[in-house]
Nanobody, 120 residues
């Protein structure tokens, strides 16, 4: 079983920055993709950014040029650097990881979420 724990959320003024971290634990053979999703109040959970095992990245149009996803394979951690934050970036940010565990089973896991609030 793979567990994901997010950290780094908080309250920030518009134009500010935050860095989210997501640490994975468990007996992991490999990650295929790791990513960040967010859910604003009353809305569905939407993709923010993903990064593959080959370091290909994908971003939602609304965050391109402002957010950067990266990962540290040694630490099994994925990061989301968020710059020039806007009030519409407010929401709960969830980490997601898909891959294969050492017992040769595919997994898809979610973290518990971390709140990001951007004030105007």
């Amino acid at each position: 079983q793979v567990h994901l724990v997010e950290s780094g959320g908080g309250l920030v003024q518009a134009g500010g920055s935050l860095r989210l971290s997501c640490a994975a634990s468990g007996v992991i053979l490999r990650f295929n993709v790791m990513g960040w999703y967010r859910q604003a109040p009353g809305k569905q959970r939407d993709l923010v950014a993903t990064i593959t095992s080959g370091d290909s990245t994908n971003y939602a149009d609304s965050v391109k040029g402002r957010f950067t996803i990266s990962r540290n394979n040694v630490k099994s951690t994925v990061y989301l650097q968020m710059n020039n934050l806007k009030p519409e970036d407010t929401g709960v940010y969830y980490c997601n990881a898909e891959g294969r565990s050492m017992d040769n089973r595919d997994f898809a896991s979610w973290g518990q979420g971390t709140q990001v609030t951007v004030s105007s």
